[in-house]
């Protein structure tokens, strides 16, 4: 898992979190069933051609999700899940 500074610096520039790269559209997300099923995901947003191979060594328990955009959720204090995360909001 990335350390907080590269989730919220990949957030706020809307840049790969494995290439760095600028995002453009389909933006994708790669993390299990639960965070599929939350619609949550706390892995950076990613190009669909970085997130593969992200998806090939992360298991068959993997999920991979293309959206058109996202928000970027700073936990609160009492926030249940303390780490920053990512929330698609239109799922292509």
Not at 5 to 12: D, F, G, K, P, S
Not at 29 to 50: I, K, L, Y
Not at 68 to 92: H, K, Q, T, W
Request: charged content about 25%; hydrophobic content about 35%; proline content about 11%.
């Amino acid at each position: 898992m990335p350390d907080r500074r590269t989730v919220t610096r990949c957030a706020l520039a809307r840049v790969c979190g494995v290439c760095e790269e600028p995002l453009g559209r389909p933006i994708v997300f790669v993390g299990d069933a639960d965070e599929d099923a939350r619609n949550t995901f706390h892995q950076p947003p990613m190009h669909e051609s970085c997130a593969q191979g992200i998806l090939a060594a992360a298991g068959p328990d993997a999920v991979l999700v293309r959206t058109g955009g996202f928000e970027f959720v700073r936990p609160g204090r009492d926030d249940a899940d303390p780490l920053p995360r990512f929330e698609p909001n239109s799922r292509l």
